[in-house]
């Protein structure tokens, strides 16, 4: 299993990013999907969350309505979309996917709110 985060980056206050999440090793399509945040200091925290099912999404109720999650199973690649960010968005973003009752991670992408 191998996941792969792309997308961070530097962005000032209200900006947008889209994170992708490219996955291999497993059949991509029948498992749900996480993207995770860890800020400096902090403890990892879910973002967001979709389904195998009907693409269902989830979020905490802090960040809904700003971040977006979305699939493409034909490419296996989970994206994040982040929106009107703010300072305190700053952390290393994941994506990570439940196997088997294993939990497999990306090496995260930093994503960086500054003005």
């Known amino acids: 299993v191998q996941l792969v985060e792309s997308g961070g980056g530097l962005v000032e206050p209200g900006g947008s990013l889209t994170l992708s999440c490219v996955a291999s090793?497993?059949?991509?399509?029948?498992?749900?999907m996480n993207w995770f945040r860890q800020a400096p200091g902090k403890e990892r925290e879910l973002v967001a969350r979709?389904?195998?099912?009907?693409?269902?999404?989830y979020y905490p109720d802090s960040l809904r309505g700003r971040f977006a999650i979305s699939r493409d199973n034909a490419k296996n690649t989970v994206y994040l979309q982040l929106n009107s960010l703010k300072l305190e968005d700053t952390a290393v973003y994941y994506c990570?996917?439940?196997?088997?009752?294993?939990?497999?991670w990306g090496q995260g992408t930093q994503v960086t709110v500054s003005s």
């Open positions: 979709i389904t195998k099912y009907n693409n269902a999404a």
């Open positions: 990570e996917c439940n196997i088997n009752q294993g939990s497999f």
């Open positions: 090793g497993f059949t991509f399509s029948r498992y749900d």
